[in-house]
Every structure is written in C-alpha cells, then in structure tokens.
C-alpha cells in the first residue's frame, strides 16, 4: 500500500485546514492509519488515529476538541480536520499505517515505530 498526504497550506491562528491521506494499492492490507507531525527541531509526534474499518479513533491531548480524523472507504482516504490551529501547530504532517496481521500493543500505535508505511509530509504553517 502506498499513501500520499495532501492539503497543508499556509493559515492564520485560529482559522482550518483539512488534511487528506490518500491510500492507494493492496488498501485491504491496512489496519490503522495514523496522523503524525514534525516541527523543525523537534522528535516526531503523534497527532491523531483511526482504525480503517472502524469508528474506533484517539487523539493527542493537545489536539482534542480541535482536530477530527475520519475515513471514507469508498474513496480509500483519511482525513484530518484541523480547526481552530495554533502557532504551535505549525509543523510537516505526515500519515503512515500499520498493517493488518502485524503484532504490536494496542498501546503503541501512538509511536511512530509501529508504523511499517509512511506517506510524504504536507507542511502546515500557522501564522500567529
């Protein structure tokens, strides 16, 4: 499978971006897709995940209330609603996925390391 993130810009504070994760190829291989980003300087962080066939979702603490993951099968995307965006929410997005049959803790799927696919980054800046 093979994933293209799309939808970064350039946006004031408090105004809304949404991101999209296109996946393409053998798409019945993924279980999880997840959300990460990466400011300049910083460790790579997780933002945000959603299981692909369903509803089940969880998201960084300091994301909550302001960003929303969701899917549409049909069109084999994920996409992440950033609204209300802060300066510090400034930073290269990517998505990545595990695969399906893969063992791991459910609790690890907030570590980057857990992610066998990674799609480009989508740059988000946030002007304060």
């Known amino acids: 499978v093979q994933l293209q993130a799309s939808g970064g810009g350039l946006v004031q504070a408090g105004g809304s971006l949404r991101l999209s994760c296109a996946a393409s190829g053998r798409t019945s291989s993924v279980f999880v897709v997840g959300w990460f980003r990466q400011a300049p300087g910083k460790e790579r962080e997780f933002v945000a995940r959603?299981?692909?066939?369903?509803?089940?979702?969880y998201y960084e603490d300091s994301v909550k209330g302001r960003f929303t993951i969701s899917r549409d099968n049909a069109e084999n995307t994920v996409y992440l609603q950033m609204n209300s965006l802060k300066s510090e929410d400034t930073a290269a997005y990517h998505c990545a996925a595990v695969p399906v049959g893969k063992v791991y803790l459910r609790s690890s799927l907030n570590l980057a390391k857990t992610y066998d696919v990674w799609g480009q980054g989508t740059l988000v800046t946030v002007s304060s």
């Open positions: 959603i299981d692909w066939n369903r509803d089940n979702t």
